[in-house]
């Protein structure tokens, strides 16, 4: 357990936030293990609210092995969730009572405020996080919950089948300017917080006075369906880039692995009479792999394709290279035996569907901007530019910084 926080009206303050994560998704099946921006959604959740300055200790409560693993791997406590509340029909707020009643009798020290943070809002941040802890921690609130500005016309079907729809936000013979109407707020879906005691007594997350706290409305998205995922993760470059830490520097990694195909090429290749292969390579990307070596970051080229282009550039470069390669995860795998290296110290860069195994594989799954959509989004970071264009140069900028160019 952390160390509580002082707060108004109180030498110090227990905050727990607690994150529903079930199992039993419908809509997505594993849902809140899905990944996005290479980073399962349970995990992405437990890391804003690990970073938050008021929150004191997290707890993830589950149904599920795979998702109390991967909550445990992020630094979150784990509470199984009986059956009882573990179904379709179950609530947040009850998962929340039993996280919270299972938490105080394991630590035996009571809670001041109990947060209800949802995984399915992907891009939640630690500014949301003490945003509702503070409301009620220290500005007197009862309850909070994070919003959005809204401006929408919001309709709603008749009673009846020739009724027609009727404005619910607006009269709708009445057509107001933004400035003109009243500001609409949207529940956000992502956070809440409650006074502890208050939460026991009521049972429902919102009591008391409810304090409205505001949240970028761009980084608004509930995880529902299929298609909500799909907007998360090609949304997630953009959003990620703006966090702290989204990318990886020299301290992060000990070895980069690259694709060749499409990652250090623009996936072309030119053909002559007799069959021989030729592609295009970006120069930059040969000095930011020669200045990798000299940082002491052990490199590799794997590709699935058996041609003497590939080996050619590989001796060129003065790097190592497996070619001819059916599973590519296999191989990266032994390779990091054989080599001593950590794979979630690794830095693997791809750009089709089938690098997404060894995306799973390493700690920094990296993707080049004009890879497919699949592997965007299940990469932890995406380059600025294509494959063939300096990508792998990019990538080493990150790594080493100013260091790079004076080298």
């Excluded at 609210?49 to 909550?71: E, F, K, M, P």
């Excluded at 109407?181 to 992502?190: C, K, Y």
């Excluded at 997630?236 to 060749?260: I, K, S, Y």
Aim: proline share 6%.
């Amino acid at each position: 357990m952390s160390e509580p926080v002082a707060g108004r009206g109180a030498a110090v303050r227990r905050v727990l936030a607690v994150i529903p994560a079930r199992g039993g998704s419908k809509g997505v099946p594993a849902k809140n293990l899905a990944p996005v921006g290479g980073v399962p959604l349970v995990a992405r959740a437990v890391r804003e609210c690990l970073a938050g300055r008021l929150v004191t200790d997290v707890v993830v409560s589950t149904d599920d092995q795979a998702i109390a693993t991967a909550a445990r791997e992020a630094g979150a406590e784990v509470v199984l969730r009986p059956a009882a509340i573990a179904g379709d029909t179950a609530t947040s707020e009850a998962a929340v009572l039993h996280a919270l009643d299972a938490h105080e009798a394991l630590h035996g020290a009571p809670v001041d405020v109990v947060l209800l943070v949802q995984c399915t809002s992907p891009f939640l941040t630690r500014a949301d996080v003490d945003g509702v802890a503070a409301a009620v921690v220290e500005d007197g609130a009862d309850t909070a919950v994070t919003v959005a500005a809204f401006h929408g016309f919001v309709w709603r079907d008749g009673d009846t089948p020739d009724a027609g729809g009727t404005g619910v936000n607006h009269d709708k013979a009445h057509r107001p300017r933004r400035q003109d109407r009243p500001q609409d707020l949207l529940e956000t879906g992502a956070a809440y917080a409650m006074d502890a005691a208050g939460f026991r007594a009521h049972r429902h997350r919102f009591f008391g006075r409810t304090d409205l706290v505001r949240t970028d409305p761009a980084r608004v998205l509930e995880i529902d369906d299929p298609h909500d995922l799909a907007r998360a993760r090609a949304l997630a470059p953009l959003h990620d880039a703006a966090r702290p830490g989204a990318l990886p520097t020299r301290a992060d990694v000990d070895a980069v692995v690259l694709d060749f195909d499409g990652t250090q090429t623009d996936d072309r290749v030119w053909i002559d009479q007799d069959g021989h292969e030729t592609v295009a390579v970006h120069r930059g990307d040969g000095l930011g792999i020669a200045a990798l070596r000299r940082a002491g970051l052990t490199p590799l080229i794997l590709s699935t394709e058996v041609n003497p282009v590939v080996a050619a550039r590989a001796r060129k470069l003065r790097v190592p290279v497996l070619h001819g390669i059916d599973r590519k995860d296999l191989a990266l795998k032994q390779w990091c035996e054989e080599q001593g290296v950590a794979p979630e110290r690794v830095l693997y860069v791809g750009n089709d569907v089938n690098d997404l195994p060894c995306f799973a594989l390493v700690g920094w799954p990296v993707a080049v901007a004009s890879a497919h959509d699949a592997v965007r989004g299940a990469a932890r970071a995406v380059t600025t530019v294509a494959g063939g264009s300096g990508a792998v140069r990019e990538i080493a900028g990150w790594l080493l910084g100013p260091s790079l160019d004076a080298s």
